[in-house]
């Protein structure tokens, strides 16, 4: 398996933009999950989805961000209008998960580093 | 409200000597704790794990330590090495397969 792959790694745009970042998990995975890398806060957990619904939402910063994952393969985070300070790392992990602690260990895509001017 | 804390930003190390990278959790409910590495223009991965029936699991140069009473572990890498440079981040296990992590650690091993 090539691991869990996140597109575009780099993106550059100018406030008010829309912004869509994309992760494939590895296949056979159940969690999908996206954090947010900052120098301040370090690894945030924006939200994370269990068999393509969404389970945890409450890190999301506010109505401008959304995500979807319309199916096992697939998921998207959505920053519309983007801001400045959205500028930061994006990434995506996707687990097993199951009721063995050790199938929680995430596996971390390479993420997508957003600047916002 | 960190539950999980990782007070030293940075920690520079001879080359050969030992690297101690310190965490503090809050909740006493959680009972599985995990240590990512993250190199520059990577994404974190998984380096060992330790559940809280356990005080220290090993692996190889790495070890994790547990003290369930003070709510505190650490990662001892036994002797560092220039290509452990890198952020070290502790995570705590929550509910819903969820991973709490702290704000890492810079480490930085110097030849």
């Known amino acids: 398996d090539a691991g869990v792959i996140q597109s575009p790694r780099h993106e550059v745009t100018e406030m008010g933009q829309e912004v869509t970042l994309r992760c494939k998990p590895i296949s056979g995975h159940d969690y999908l999950f996206w954090y947010r890398q900052t120098m301040m806060r370090g690894l945030e957990l924006l939200i994370y989805?269990?068999?393509?619904?969404?389970?945890?939402d409450s890190g999301m910063p506010e109505d401008r961000f959304s995500a979807k994952m319309p199916n096992a393969s697939f998921s998207t985070l959505k920053i519309q209008p983007s801001e400045p300070r959205d500028s930061a790392v994006y990434f995506c992990a996707s687990s097993l998960g199951s009721g063995r602690a050790s199938d929680n260990e995430q596996f971390f895509g390479p993420g997508t580093r957003l600047t916002v001017l | 409200d960190q539950q999980v804390k990782q007070n030293s930003p940075s920690l520079s190390v001879q080359e050969g000597r030992i690297s101690i990278l310190n965490c503090d959790y809050t909740?006493?409910?959680?009972?599985?704790f995990l240590w990512y590495k993250k190199y520059p223009a990577e994404g974190p991965t998984f380096l060992i794990s330790?559940?809280?029936?356990?005080d220290k699991n090993e692996d190889g140069r790495f070890t994790v330590f547990l003290n369930k009473s003070a709510k505190h572990l650490s990662l001892h890498i036994v002797p560092s090495q220039p290509g452990d440079s890198a952020v070290y981040f502790c995570a705590a296990l929550s509910e819903g397969g969820k991973l709490i992590f702290g704000q890492g650690t810079e480490l930085s091993v110097k030849p």
């Open positions: 989805f269990n068999n393509n619904v969404p389970i945890d």
């Open positions: 330790i559940s809280s029936i356990k």
């Open positions: 909740n006493s409910m959680f009972d599985y």
